[in-house]
């Protein structure tokens, strides 16, 4: 029943999310004379996942590899929305309404971190230094006694894990110009959400053998969910760490200036957007 009504809170705070973005944002799809009747190829094609692998192959190996790593930002994150209300209840011994007060905590704290560790920190050092901490959450809870403490001591590991995930989508974006970004942005929210379920679909099958064996002999299986977010953290942190250290030199971050309509360019401003542009080009 708790649970029942905390994601009916939650629906309602999307739902008025989605009604003040669609009354404060402004339209920016093409005006009327600019848009065409599309062909049945292009709707097929919307529909086939793969039709982004050719964006994702014209990105420099650098962005790819970013791109990798965000992919199994995505499939952790998957994992840990399966265990946390099922394996962790039962693991750690706790109930529904602390494991909500846990979360809600969580998030919070992330924010407040995130906009703190954005304040202080560069980004590229940044993310250099704390992506590592990715992989403490999930290691934690695989190797720790299953009490309530090792549950918060990876969740307080967690929060700092997040000054990384922003500085990683603040260098993923960074690799092109703004006139580019929405390409990116396309292919972030598509292999984000194909990470997400790739961890939804690999934990599942895993928590419910866990809990089944638990109900039966008072004792888990050896293979745990948290050990298949490990193997996901450890991907992404081998892959962010492979461009950082090989393909250094196809970072463009920081190259790329951000101007918004209101100012008026410079020359100089004007030539470092010319800039911009060939390079895109080339």
């Known amino acids: 029943e708790a649970l029942l009504i905390s994601l009916s809170i939650a629906t309602a705070f999307a739902l008025l999310a989605l009604l003040v973005y669609a009354l404060v944002v402004p339209d920016v799809s093409p005006p009327l004379e600019k848009r065409g009747n599309p062909s049945r190829a292009d709707i097929c094609q919307a529909f086939l996942v793969c039709s982004m692998y050719k964006s994702v192959l014209a990105q420099t190996r650098y962005t790819q590899l970013l791109l990798g790593t965000l992919f199994c930002t995505g499939a952790s994150f998957g994992c840990v929305r399966v265990w946390i209300f099922s394996y962790g209840m039962l693991h750690f011994g706790i109930s529904v309404q602390l494991t909500g007060v846990l979360m809600v905590t969580f998030f919070g704290a992330s924010g407040l971190v995130v906009l703190v560790g954005s304040r202080f920190l560069p980004t590229k050092l940044g993310c250099d230094m704390l992506l590592w901490i990715t992989v403490l959450f999930s290691t934690v809870c695989v190797v720790g006694p299953g009490v309530l403490a090792t549950l918060c001591i990876g969740l307080m590991l967690g929060t700092v894990d997040a000054i990384s995930g922003s500085f990683l989508n603040a ?42 064996a638990y109900e039966t002999t008072g004792k888990g299986t050896w293979l745990t969910p948290p050990m298949v977010q490990l193997v996901f953290d450890c991907l992404g942190i081998m892959m962010y760490y492979s461009a950082r250290l090989c393909l250094r030199h196809q970072d463009k971050f920081g190259l790329f200036v951000l101007r918004t309509e209101s100012e008026k360019p410079s020359e100089f401003g004007s030539s470092q957007a010319q800039n911009d542009d060939d390079s895109n080009s080339g």
Not at 173 to 199: T, Y
Not at 202 to 210: A, F, G, L, S
């Open 171 to 212: 260098m993923y974006f960074g690799q092109v110009s703004g006139k580019r970004r929405g390409e990116l942005a396309a292919m972030h929210s598509l292999v984000s959400r194909l990470g997400n379920l790739l961890g939804l679909l690999v934990t599942t099958p895993v928590c419910v053998n866990w809990i089944a």
